[in-house]
C-alpha cells in the first residue's frame, strides 16, 4: 500500500534508482538489481537531468554478463510508470529531487551516495577500474539491503 512502510526484509514491488544523468549509476544498478532480485519486483532508473550513454557502463556490465541493449538514458518524465513503493537515489541532485517527490507521493526514499566514476582520469584501464569499483559496490549495497538485510552496512 502507498506510504506504508516496508517491513524489514520485505521486498518493495517496483524500486525506481534515481541519479543525475541516467548515464552511469542508475542504469548500472538497475541492471544489477533486475538481474539479483526475483521477476516479481519491477526494477527502472532514470536521471533528474538527460544524458548520454556512456560506453564504459556499457563495458563493465558486459563483463557480468549483463547489457543495456537499446536503452538510452531517461529522465523521470520519460517514465511510463511514475508511482514506486522505493526511490533509491545515487547522487546527492537526485536525492533532493526525490525528496520533493515525497511532498506529493507517498513512497520511500533511500540515499545511497555513489562515486562519480566518470571523474576518474588516467588509462582506459584505471578509467575501467572506477566503473567497475561503483558496479562492485551497487551489488554488495543491493544484495545486503535485499538479499541479505541483516547484514550491516558497515563499508559504504
Known sequence: ?????????????????????????????EQLARRMLPATVFVASAGVRA???????????AEE????GERHP????????????????????????????????AVEVEYWPT?????????????MASYRDVRERLKVRIGRRFLHPEAKNTTD
Open 51 to 61: 544524458g548520454e550513454r556512456d560506453p564504459f557502463v556499457d563495458a563493465v556490465l
Open 1 to 29: 500500500m502507498a506510504g506504508l512502510a516496508l517491513a524489514p526484509g520485505a521486498l518493495p514491488r517496483s524500486i525506481l534508482f534515481l541519479c543525475g544523468m541516467n548515464a552511469v549509476r542508475s542504469p548500472m544498478a
Open 74 to 105: 531517461r529522465t523521470m518524465d520519460d517514465l511510463e510508470d511514475d508511482y514506486f513503493d522505493l526511490i533509491i537515489t545515487l547522487a546527492p541532485e537526485a536525492h533532493h529531487t526525490a525528496l520533493e517527490l515525497t511532498r506529493s507521493l
Open 65 to 68: 554478463g549483463l547489457t543495456l
Open 115 to 127: 562515486p562519480d566514476p566518470t571523474d576518474a582520469s588516467g588509462t582506459r584501464e584505471q578509467i
